[in-house]
C-alpha cells in the first residue's frame, strides 16, 4: 500500500518537474539574480579589505586619523587585479565625482612611498571629508540601499539620512511618473474603446460575432515590431491619417502625431486593446440577454439600464482587463522607443540604458525592482477588490 502511494507520488512529481525546472531557471533565477544585483555592492568591501574597521569612530566632519589613511594606502597598494582598481574607481566615482585622477595619482604615490601617512599631502582632497565619507559608506557593507534608493532619486547625507539627490543630477522619479502617467492613461483609452467594442461582440451571433473576435485576435498574430512599424509609418506628417485629414478640409497643415506622447498612446492602445476587450467579452457573454430589456420595460432608458446593470455585472472583466494592460504597458520599450521622442521614453528604456549602455546592473536591477514591487502592489489590489467583490 505504502509502496504504491510512493510511486503515485514520484509520477506526479515526474509530471510536473519540468514545469518546476522552467519556472526555476527562466523566472525564480533571473528574478533573485535581479534582486541580489539590486542590493548587493561588494566591490569597495573586496578591495578596500581594512579601511572599513579602520574608519570606525570617525567623525566625518574632518580627515581621518593617519592609521586610518595608512589603512587605506596599504588597500590600495595591495590592489593587484587593475579590473578591480578600475572597478573600485568607477565605484567611489560614482559616489563622489573627482576620484577617477584622484585614486590614480594616489596608487602611484603610495606604491612609490610605502610610509606615506598624510594623503593629503599627495592631493589636498584627501583633506575633504566628502571623499573618505564616499569610501567609508563603500567599503562598510557588500550590501547597500543605494541603488534603490537612487532609483526613486534618494540618496543618504553625510549624517546617513535619506534625503532628496542634488538636483540634475537623476530624472528617474519623473521616468517613473511618465510611465505610470502613460500607462494609466493607455489602461483609460482602452477601456473607452474597448468596453463597447466587447459589448457589440457579445449582442452579436455568427460570422458577424467571428469577424469582430478576428478584428481585435488578428494584432496577436502580428509582430510587435511590425504594429509598432506600421503606425510609425501611418503617424508620420505625410502619413495616411494627415494626409486623410488634410484631404477632407479638417487641418491645413500636419498635425504632429509622431515623436510626441500623443503618438505612443495611440499605438500603445492599439497594441494592447485585445487584452482589454476579451476579458470583458468573456464576461458579458455569460450575463442573460434578457436583463437589459427587462430594465427597459421597468422604466429604465439605456443609460440607466446600462449604467445600473450592465456595467455593474461587466466590471470584473473591465477590472482584470484594466490590470492587464496597465501591467503590460509599465514595461513597454519598442513602441516608446520608436514612436516617443526624448521626453516620452519610459523606465524601460533608462534600464536599458543602466544594463547595454552604462553596465550599471544594480541600477537596472534596482528600477527593475521598483518596477516588480508597482506591480505586485497593483495586483494585490486587485485581489482585494476580487475578493470583495466575491463576498458581496
Same mark, same amino acid.
Given at each position: 500500500?505504502?509502496? %504504491?502511494?510512493?510511486?503515485?507520488?514520484?509520477?506526479?512529481?515526474?509530471?510536473?518537474?519540468?514545469?518546476?525546472?522552467?519556472?526555476?531557471?527562466?523566472?525564480?533565477?533571473?528574478?533573485?539574480?535581479?534582486?541580489?544585483?539590486?542590493?548587493?555592492?561588494?566591490?569597495?568591501?573586496?578591495?578596500?579589505?581594512?579601511?572599513? %574597521?579602520?574608519?570606525?569612530?570617525?567623525?566625518?566632519?574632518?580627515?581621518?586619523?593617519? =592609521?586610518?589613511?595608512?589603512?587605506?594606502?596599504?588597500?590600495?597598494?595591495?590592489?593587484?587585479?587593475?579590473?578591480?582598481?578600475?572597478?573600485?574607481?568607477?565605484?567611489?566615482?560614482?559616489?563622489?565625482?573627482?576620484?577617477?585622477?584622484?585614486?590614480?595619482?594616489?596608487?602611484?604615490?603610495?606604491?612609490? @612611498?610605502? %610610509?606615506?601617512? @598624510?594623503?593629503?599631502?599627495?592631493?589636498?582632497?584627501?583633506? =575633504?571629508?566628502?571623499?573618505?565619507?564616499?569610501?567609508?559608506?563603500?567599503?562598510?557593507?557588500?550590501?547597500?540601499?543605494?541603488?534603490?534608493?537612487?532609483?526613486? =532619486?534618494?540618496?543618504?547625507?553625510?549624517?546617513?539620512?535619506?534625503?532628496?539627490?542634488?538636483?540634475?543630477?537623476?530624472?528617474?522619479? @519623473?521616468?517613473?511618473?511618465?510611465?505610470?502617467?502613460?500607462?494609466?492613461?493607455?489602461?483609460?483609452?482602452?477601456?473607452?474603446?474597448?468596453?463597447?467594442?466587447?459589448?457589440?461582440?457579445?449582442?452579436?451571433?455568427?460570422?458577424?460575432?467571428?469577424?469582430?473576435?478576428?478584428?481585435?485576435?488578428?494584432?496577436?498574430?502580428? %509582430?510587435?515590431?511590425?504594429?509598432?512599424?506600421?503606425?510609425?509609418?501611418?503617424?508620420?506628417?505625410?502619413?495616411?491619417?494627415?494626409?486623410?485629414?488634410?484631404?477632407?478640409?479638417?487641418?491645413?497643415?500636419?498635425?504632429?502625431?509622431?515623436?510626441?506622447?500623443?503618438?505612443?498612446?495611440?499605438?500603445?492602445?492599439?497594441?494592447?486593446?485585445?487584452?482589454?476587450?476579451?476579458?470583458?467579452?468573456?464576461?458579458?457573454?455569460?450575463?442573460?440577454?434578457?436583463?437589459?430589456?427587462?430594465?427597459?420595460?421597468?422604466?429604465?432608458?439605456?443609460?440607466?439600464?446600462?449604467?445600473?446593470?450592465?456595467?455593474?455585472?461587466?466590471?470584473?472583466?473591465?477590472?482584470?482587463?484594466?490590470?492587464?494592460?496597465?501591467?503590460?504597458?509599465?514595461?513597454?520599450?519598442?513602441?516608446?522607443?520608436?514612436?516617443?521622442?526624448?521626453?516620452?521614453?519610459?523606465?524601460?528604456?533608462?534600464?536599458?540604458?543602466?544594463?547595454?549602455?552604462?553596465?550599471?546592473?544594480?541600477?537596472?536591477?534596482?528600477?527593475?525592482?521598483?518596477?516588480?514591487?508597482?506591480?505586485?502592489?497593483?495586483?494585490?489590489?486587485?485581489?482585494?477588490?476580487?475578493?470583495?467583490?466575491?463576498?458581496?
Amino acid at each position: 500500500m505504502r509502496d %504504491s502511494w510512493i510511486w503515485k507520488q514520484a509520477r506526479s512529481f515526474l509530471l510536473v518537474a519540468p514545469l518546476a525546472l522552467f519556472l526555476v531557471l527562466f523566472f525564480v533565477a533571473p528574478l533573485a539574480t535581479m534582486m541580489k544585483s539590486a542590493v548587493s555592492d561588494p566591490v569597495a568591501s573586496r578591495a578596500l579589505p581594512t579601511v572599513a %574597521s579602520a574608519l570606525k569612530g570617525w567623525d566625518r566632519a574632518s580627515a581621518p586619523p593617519a =592609521d586610518a589613511q595608512k589603512a587605506f594606502a596599504a588597500d590600495i597598494r595591495g590592489i593587484r587585479d587593475d579590473e578591480l582598481f578600475g572597478d573600485l574607481v568607477r565605484r567611489l566615482n560614482s559616489a563622489k565625482s573627482g576620484f577617477r585622477t584622484l585614486m590614480t595619482k594616489t596608487r602611484s604615490a603610495v606604491t612609490a @612611498d610605502e %610610509s606615506v601617512s @598624510d594623503l593629503s599631502a599627495i592631493d589636498s582632497r584627501w583633506s =575633504d571629508p566628502a571623499f573618505w565619507i564616499a569610501i567609508q559608506d563603500a567599503a562598510s557593507s557588500p550590501i547597500t540601499d543605494r541603488n534603490l534608493l537612487a532609483a526613486v =532619486d534618494l540618496t543618504r547625507d553625510a549624517s546617513g539620512s535619506i534625503a532628496n539627490a542634488p538636483e540634475g543630477t537623476s530624472a528617474n522619479r @519623473d521616468t517613473l511618473i511618465r510611465t505610470l502617467t502613460t500607462a494609466a492613461t493607455v489602461t483609460i483609452c482602452c477601456i473607452l474603446l474597448g468596453l463597447p467594442f466587447a459589448m457589440v461582440a457579445a449582442s452579436v451571433t455568427g460570422w458577424v460575432r467571428q469577424l469582430l473576435l478576428g478584428a481585435v485576435l488578428l494584432p496577436l498574430w502580428t %509582430s510587435l515590431l511590425v504594429r509598432t512599424a506600421a503606425w510609425f509609418i501611418l503617424l508620420q506628417d505625410n502619413g495616411l491619417i494627415n494626409a486623410s485629414l488634410q484631404a477632407i478640409g479638417l487641418t491645413s497643415s500636419p498635425i504632429p502625431l509622431i515623436f510626441n506622447r500623443v503618438g505612443v498612446v495611440i499605438a500603445m492602445t492599439h497594441v494592447l486593446l485585445p487584452f482589454m476587450v476579451l476579458p470583458i467579452f468573456s464576461v458579458l457573454i455569460g450575463i442573460p440577454k434578457n436583463l437589459m430589456p427587462a430594465a427597459a420595460s421597468l422604466g429604465a432608458n439605456p443609460i440607466r439600464a446600462f449604467s445600473r446593470v450592465l456595467l455593474p455585472l461587466s466590471l470584473r472583466g473591465v477590472v482584470s482587463g484594466s490590470l492587464l494592460v496597465f501591467m503590460s504597458a509599465l514595461g513597454y520599450y519598442i513602441t516608446p522607443a520608436l514612436i516617443g521622442g526624448a521626453k516620452d521614453q519610459m523606465i524601460s528604456s533608462v534600464i536599458a540604458y543602466y544594463a547595454t549602455g552604462a553596465a550599471n546592473w544594480g541600477m537596472a536591477g534596482a528600477l527593475g525592482l521598483v518596477l516588480l514591487l508597482a506591480t505586485i502592489l497593483l495586483y494585490v489590489v486587485y485581489l482585494r477588490l476580487s475578493s470583495e467583490d466575491a463576498r458581496a
